[in-house]
């Protein structure tokens, strides 16, 4: 059985970066995810990586360009407002077929908002990470195990699809200390030796690699971008993860993610105890979302309750992944404000006909 | 013996070889334009070429090749 | 017998910069460089926004296009991960003074072992002649119809003199390629900026004051003139610092 220590959520992820070979880590301090790049200043000069605190967020995302275009493993990491300076630098790393890994650690929004958590960024990093036709894998984590697990699981994907990687945590996730369990694997930088398309420099024994976005004939971009939709159907297809509990006998599925999940859970036991048949559905992957486990998680419910830490953003992935056969209704508290698992059930309650 | 050549389709014409040129012997010709619509720089006296490339070397689009003559 | 033939280090596309537009010639003298350095398979070059877009066309070593005024970021990512390759920007005014500014003046500070090809010709070019942070006062653009007015405008920013404040700086030098002398101090200045990374003794750019005929609305001779007379005077040409820094 693996060793356990007990981390932060930023920290876990940071450690887990590691693992997976993240050589490189560009980034800029910001409440709640400073942690990240504090424990990555310590531990990636000793295991062969280089950490560099860049000068902006915005020099940031650009040096994991340059990082990812030469082939090479990188993270960057930020939280909401910094995720709004990045967003044409990620448009540049989708639009040149890149991988790399994104953390936003989520806090109140808009504008200079809060520094508690929140889930108000799911529609940027999911439909609107930056200009263009462009998709990026989007992993949910709930634990701080599981912002450990979906890091390495983040690194592989992006590199098998050529498409950046966002770790969708919140504040909360990056702050609290839980038990985490890493791969026990010896920590050994990436290199680009799988990467052929890499601009590297070409040694003399290719041709020369160009890592562009630019296609001036529309008819060449617009193949291009069909040919990135192609690799994000076979991920749509075979990537989502997501996990259904109680949902065989329930008359209502809460939908909820992260952070928000867990609360979810506690509130449906407690719906459960009240004599309300209530199940949960926590989607792991955000892009591409499970809409096929949804669907079957939902095939005997007569309502759906999605409960998110914003005004309501992933309820409408929900009412389209349902084709909105069923109704969903909505729960939240944003700007900062955690839901507490009672007020969750009392909205269950309502919608359950019951006090 | 120098010999200076402008790749016919490539150069446009700039004249910036034309001030280069110690020996002012390098001029636009008025006769013939190019695929691209310019007309193009040429030595208008091969025999008093010395090589000395400066020509080649103000030259934007790498259109002039000289051959002979100190580097 | 000895011949001038373009370098190894540029491919034989046909460039689309316009005729008599000095962004050719300083093409050709960083293919120069690379070849004579042997060093094209070691190299990765970093374009940006504006004219030189398509850059990664014209030079035959690894190339990465930018987004505006970040390539000091991009050319930071790729040295950090790669540190024993070469790694080159090729940045307009707009480009490496405007939006840029910032991640020039870090890559500068942090004395980034890469080289800055800075491309001086007091304009945007690309969109067609508006104020660049180098346009002089005075100067006629799309965007000064009047002529630049330092009191509504400001004044132009000299980076060279910026930049040689900083400690990371190994190299801040001014050339020009109105002709064939100068043509060689530029290509001498450029080969510095490579030996400097060679040895990793920290950041260089070499500012290179240069033409844009079509924007100034000049004939290309012409365009070299105004270069001679106002430019020159305004933006001096030297070495403003030279020197490892580590």
New interface residues.
Partial sequence: MAEKSLMKGNEALAEAALRAGCKCFFGYPITPQTEIAAYLSKRMPKVGGTFLQAESEVAAINMIYGCAGSGIRCMTSSSSPGISLKTEGISYIAGADLPCVIINVQRGGPGLGGIQPSQADYWQVTHALGHGDFHALVFAPSTVQEMADTVTKAFDLADKYRMPAVILADGLLGQMMEPVAFEDVEIKMSDASNKPWAANGHGNKREHNIINSLFLQPTELEDKIKERFKRYETAKATETLAVAENCEDADIVVVAYGSTARLAKSAAEMARKSGLKVGTFRPVTLWPFPEKELNEACKNAKKVLTVEMSMGQMVDDVKLALNCRLPVEFYGRTGGVVPSPAEICNKLKEMGGIN | MAKMTVEFD?C?????C???CPKKIVAIQQEKLNKKG?YTAACIDDDACI?C??C???????A???????? | ??????PHA?TDA??H?????????VH?LVAEVIDEMGIEGDTIGVCPVGCSVMAYDYFRCDMMEASHGRSPAVATGIKRANPDKFVFTYQGDGDLAAIGTAETVHAATRGENITVIFINNTTYGMTGGQMAPTTLPGQVTQTTPYGRDTSVEGFPVKICEMLSQLDGVALAQRVTVI??KN??IAKEAIRKGFEFQKNKQGFSIIEVLSTC?TNWGM???QA?DRLRSEMIPYYPLGVFKEGAVR
């Fill in positions: 490539r446009k014409g700039c004249g910036l034309v001030t280069a310019y090589g490339a400066l080649a070397m103000m030259c934007p689009d790498c002039i090749t000289v051959l002979g003559g100190e580097k | 017998m000895p011949e001038f033939k373009r540029l046909y460039l910069y316009c005729p008599g537009c000095t962004h050719g010639i050709r002709d064939p043509i060689r005929p004939t290309p001779v070299l």
